[in-house]
């Protein structure tokens, strides 16, 4: 058992993923800062930019921060802004799409679950969200 008991992370001071499609992630709360049960990090959109479609083998909650969104869930398509919240359940195929081809849009995502994992709809290929070093 870890002897951390809190984490102050800066964004601006964290690697980010590129997502590929104009996302680019950074991972907040994880293993790597002591972590046993969630995970949580952002996502910025370029203008026009998309994620794949994905499911998790957990529920998900993700916050519209800044920028015009379409959340696309289990082939339903829903326009979300600034501070706009959904739940998704595990195993409901889902992406986030910037709905501004001229202004950025971040979102804000939490998992269930450290051991969360991402499946792509259109190959079957999962990752673990977490693997422990880069989040």
């Not at 102050?8 to 590129?18: A, H, K, M, N, Y």
């Not at 969630?38 to 083998?57: R, S």
């Not at 957990?58 to 339903?76: F, K, N, P, Q, T």
Request: aromatic share 6%; glycine share 10%; net charge negative.
């Amino acid at each position: 058992m870890s002897n951390v008991t809190c984490a102050i992370l800066r964004p601006t001071e964290l690697q980010s993923v590129d997502r590929g499609g104009g996302a680019r992630t950074t991972p907040l709360v994880t293993r790597k800062c002591g972590s046993s049960s969630v995970l949580n990090g952002i996502t910025a959109f370029e203008p026009g930019a998309a994620i794949g479609l994905h499911k998790h083998n957990c529920e998900e909650s993700v916050m519209v921060l800044d920028g015009s969104a379409i959340a696309e869930i289990d082939g339903v398509q829903y326009q979300l802004g600034p501070q706009d919240t959904t739940w998704i359940a595990a195993n409901v195929p889902h992406r986030f799409i910037n709905a501004s081809a001229t202004e950025p849009m971040r979102i804000f995502w939490t998992y269930a679950s450290i051991d969360a994992t991402r499946t792509m709809i259109s190959t079957g290929e999962a990752r673990v969200v977490d693997a422990g070093s880069s989040g």
